[in-house]
């Protein structure tokens, strides 16, 4: 089984790429996030005449994520269970599925903006919250993983320069702790292997040359249960992909699974 996670910045923006990517790279099952449209606006009858179910948790903006399977769809949960509101709305930035012997989350954590501000606090709260949400399946005997944007860089090699991020968000030592309690919970990191550099950044900043420069940082990330880590094969961050005109600022993750 080969499942991946991908931030696309907008389904629209990145539909035709999209449709590509899957057909060329055989995925079953991708965790989907940053979609920037509606669940009635994303675009189920082009996937589904690829072969792929879709749920989805989408309001337009900035946030909502997707499954998209063509392995199955099952025992659905729209949400972070318990999550936090922010300004007084749970925003759509987790979605849960069984998609055929596997249970995936698709997440996209909160970005925090700066230290010290309201959202960052709601980051926060809101990796608490979805460390108490995936306990259980994170000490089951199912193959069970958290895919998605997690706006951390787990370790200083995780950024093209450290000193640049002294102060800032995405590396801060609570952010970081979150990390280590889901590794705590059960789930350890999955970390793909680079197809080019030494290593295996999943975003590039538009702005500055950032991926012709491979100015990136590795913050999509596969927080795996002990079943889900010894069924990988494989996993890389398909880098191809981030080339172009047109693409997404992050790469997919890949992981293949022998489930």
């Not at 002294?166 to 590396?171: F, K, L, Q």
Request: charged residues 25%.
């Amino acid at each position: 089984m080969r499942i991946a996670t991908w931030n696309v910045n907008s389904i629209t923006a990145r539909l035709p790429r999209l449709l590509a990517w899957l057909e060329s790279s055989g995925t079953d099952v991708l965790c989907l996030q940053e979609a920037k449209t509606t669940s009635e606006g994303f675009p189920a009858a082009e996937l589904r005449d690829l072969g792929y179910e879709c749920a989805v948790n989408a309001t337009g903006r900035w946030n909502g994520v997707a499954v998209i399977s063509k392995a199955g769809l099952e025992d659905v949960v729209v949400g972070l269970p318990g999550g936090p509101d922010y300004e007084g709305v749970q925003e759509p930035r987790a979605i849960s599925a069984t998609c055929g012997p596997v249970r995936v989350w698709s997440v996209y954590v909160p970005n925090g903006r700066e230290v010290g501000h309201d959202h960052y606090a709601y980051k926060l709260r809101w990796l608490e919250a979805l460390n108490k949400a995936v306990a259980d399946a994170a000490a089951g005997e199912r193959p069970f993983a958290v895919l998605g944007d997690f706006n951390i860089a787990p370790t200083d090699e995780d950024v093209w320069d450290p000193a640049l991020f002294v102060g800032a968000t995405h590396v801060t030592p609570a952010e970081r702790a979150a990390l280590a309690a889901l590794r705590d919970a059960g789930l350890s990191d999955v970390v793909p292997r680079p197809l080019k550099y030494d290593r295996p950044y999943t975003y590039w900043d538009y702005r500055l040359l950032g991926f012709p420069k491979n100015k990136g940082m590795r913050i999509d990330l596969v927080y795996g249960n002990a079943p889900f880590a010894a069924a990988v094969k494989d996993s890389y961050v398909d880098r191809e992909e981030r080339k172009g005109k047109g693409a997404s600022d992050h790469a997919p993750v890949v992981v293949d699974l022998d489930v």
